[in-house]
């Protein structure tokens, strides 16, 4: 068997070229164009301004496994086949948080030949747009406490405050805290919590603006708690937006960084794919899209939470649609679906694949319910065999379902080029993109919809706290909000050990929280981690800097 | 009376140049030029490879008063008289913190024609640096609470933790908070508290390193807490100094800006001047060495405080010694000193400057302990009036010390070529730098040293908590490290109330604080503020973004 190199290693050995000269291969203006160093830079998107309308692909996935699918690495990889095909392309997409880099190994930056460099930048603090989100979110709560502190003129209730502060690190400790301690100049005492800042409605609020007009009208409607008679309060209220438009100005400029075959990438924005709606900012995939003829693009987890929400959420703020669609999957987590244990997955195993091919049959199923047909990428690894190869591509034909093997991972761009043909048939052909539903529906109706069509369930439950806010949402009148649902990633339903095709199965939504600045109402199933923990051995104790300030253990 | 413009006018009405222009006129070397956006980079040192050893021109002033002294002006103003005088000179400022800016209006860049530019991104995110140094203080408080919870190998105690998170924000809220509630898997329930990022210790173990290697040995050196039985326990015991310096690798290369008339300067680190030692980092002065003839560079608050440390901490771990020392002075503050209050300001009051005068003159008498001349920046304000000028003119010719008047706020780099005159004259006499107090001395005594011959206490008294400490600190062998005190700006004794030159009085320590990373004792008198609050009126009300994306009402 091959010895295959360590992404990082890839990445070193890898030509990352000057950033001026991928940004004047991309067409952007020369004055648009602000360098971060010589291999990264923002974009000035005021100055870029071509009447293209670039088409959109969609990379989505199977439902996620610990088996790893390569849903980044395929997004590039893909980009790069298009580049090695003669077109125009662009890569959109999700930035890194910085928490989990010294949690557990493991970037946000593809892998293998297919990456965006520099690998080590983007995983720390890259432009500082994640730095920046946090300083909005945390001076936001400090205005909230301060003005209850100096005389609380809006009669704010400390016990009713829902604005969370954020730190962009795995720590446990800062889930559930007890704040303004210490006496009568310490603050008014208040529990309160950490959320991770990926987790941040102001992330979500970054994603969803198409301006920067825009992102101060939609801060300004932010929700940050409730009157002691239960009248919500937002952000204008506080008369902050102008502050937190001001902390974000620079951030909101996408980020030019660029492949390991030097396709430009812009990266850019990184919300939650359970409490927000998973997609890089509609900033970076509008500018992709004056810049290049094709826009690849990813989604969150799998089709279920990312592709849905982009659809239903990032679509209608953006007034965009996918053009056509990939849906990421692997033998091996066909497997996993099929019952096989992970430490079992290098031997072969057609008959688990019987099984297992339902959960991409109706992610397939799914995907056509939005008018887009889909193209799934089946993701190569060494350990596959060719019966198991030959079992899923027997299926797709039997489904009328295009399939590609990619390997782009040990080939770069060239081991998608299969793919990307496919893709290019999609292009070509018309297609007749729909939402799922109508904004006009209640926010019940809008959950039972997803739950029912895209789920499989046979209806939802709404808990007790669940359908007191619901009257809450029409009281009001927060029903007009599309619904950004919190599930495990791991399942169709909401038990995240039911893998495969669930059916026979209810959705019990715990919690509905309403994010008037991203514009949707969040649908809490089961327990959503907002702030992770670090691992007993932290990825953090292998890091290391050298004597010349090369990052050492990074990845 | 003339109508002046607002330093935001001035700043925006001025032309800044291109950095990469500056650059090259300073003598850096292209490739070791890594810009961020137009008019700011950051300088790769390592490839700054000139033997140039440029003296060192070290701003303070006497003891502040909330009429303002304008010392980062005058810091700015002189460097530009320098290079009026066609002198090769740079400029070494702290960076500032983001916090206050949404407090109080005003920020730290300067005033008037003496200014660094882009003033809005240095008093905003300034490439990162201080997200950086919040990003590596919080991970560090995350692995020590993650270390607790996964068994606690190194059996810290969790009441002993003596590392505080950090937060870029006036928040007086996270004051004292209760940490780890919420049951076994939210962490282990403790006391904590947030100071502002600034007071963190590795915002002074930044600034106090001189490469990249001592500054993962200095962060190894750190304590953060103590062990049931008593004993430090040290960043290195938890094995990650290596994945901090990898978070602070980028920010610790300096940042070039450039003043309004086109001077190169380093803002690099900003501690506080309390409980930290108030200057920039020893790496941005060193650099500036390599690359100019002249660096003048400032410390804060009054010479009892910053300027002390310069010498007795900065001096020793950077192995520099300044070459000329100006002190900055106004009229109004030495009214204030002599009992004016400061709604009489504007009125001609000479009787007030002969008890005012005190003050100056003990700074002066304390400066020429370390054995270099000062020279006093009388800056000018539109109130002053001749008959005030003449009196501190006329003392200060008994007092055999140089005096010069600056209208560099009015006038630039032009009002400011008489004080940069006579900083020359210094510059070409050899001076006879010494640091005030032997390492060897026992911490007691040092304390005792600056207390008496810098304050003019007749002594110091610890308290029953401090006197412990002094146990503690030769127990664990830190007896040799050099005193950092944390005292009231306002007076040369520890109570901001007395004025002038007081006499009588006796300095107490309530507490002495070890940062063995650092390489420093704090030595705290009163009660110093490591997290500020914001006022009823945050700043933070006017700021806004214009459509173009422009700031409004920053300053």
Redesign the interface.
Known sequence: MTKYLSDLEIANQATVRPILEIAEEAGIPADAV?????FKA?IDT?KVTTNKEGKIVLVTAMSPTPAGEGKSTVTVGISDAFKELGKSVMVALREPS?GPV?GMKGGATGGGRAQVLPME?IN??F??DL??I??AN??L???I??HI???NQLNIDPRRVEWKRV????????????????GP????PREDGFDITVASEIMAVFCLSNN??DL?ENLGKMTIGYTYDRKPVTVKDL??E??L???L??A?KPNLVQTIEGTPALIHGGPFANIAHGCNSIIATKTARKLADIVVTESGFGSDLGAEKFMDIKARKADIKPDAIVVVATIRALKMHGGVAKTELSNENVESLKSGIQNLEKHIENLRLFGVEPVIALNNFVTDTDAEREFVQNWAKEQGVKLALTEVWEHGGKGGVELAKLVLEVLETPQDFKHLYDLSMPVEEKIRTIVQKIYGADDVVFAEKARKQLKTIADNGWNEYPVCMAKTQYSFSDDPKKLGRPTGFNVTIRELIPKTGAGFIVALTGDIMTMP??P?E?A??K???D???N????F
């Open positions: 602000e360098p971060y160093g010589h923002k005021s910085l010294f930048e720390l603090h432009n500082g730095h920046a946090t300083t945390n001076a709560a400090a205005f406490d301060n502190y100096q005389g730190i962009d690190m795995n720590d446990r400790t800062l889930r559930q805290v007890v704040v303004g301690l210490g100049f310490k603050g008014v920067i007009t101060k008369g902050v102008g502050a438009t001001l902390i100005k620079d909101l923990g670090l007993k932290p953090a104790l890091m290391d800097v004597a010349d300030g990052a050492v253990g990074l």
